[in-house]
């Protein structure tokens, strides 16, 4: 590991995963669609948890930029997974109003 610098293993490992999930994502079938919404919703809902308290632990120990960049990458994080969940909802509702019945207009 003393070959490789951290910082490119880690980008590499960074770009690998963005395959990956490209792949995934456009491999699944629409029947499985708004159950794998509701899943990244959750995920989501995790991800502004670890946001929130990334910004709350940069108030008892760390001073001056330290402490700002924190609440930032805390309020950036909150602010789209925030954007995630709320997309996520619409999309599926969108997606199980196709699956309801049209009433048909009486004539």
């Known amino acids: ?15 690998l ?3 990956v999930g490209y792949y995934v994502v456009w491999s699944v079938t629409p029947a499985l669609h708004t ?10 809902s995790v991800i502004i948890v670890g946001a929130l308290i990334a910004a709350a632990a940069s108030l008892g120990s760390a001073e001056g930029a330290n402490a700002w960049v924190a609440k ?21 509702q969108r997606m199980l109003a196709m699956y309801k019945k049209k009433e048909k207009p009486k004539a």
């Open 1 to 15: 590991m003393d070959l490789v610098d951290p910082t490119i293993f880690r980008l590499a490992i960074f770009v």
């Open 17 to 19: 995963a963005i395959f």
């Open 35 to 44: 159950p794998l919404m509701a899943v990244t919703n959750a995920i989501s």
């Open 72 to 92: 930032g990458a805390g309020a950036v994080a909150a602010a789209l997974a925030g954007v995630n969940i709320f997309g996520g909802f619409l999309v599926t």
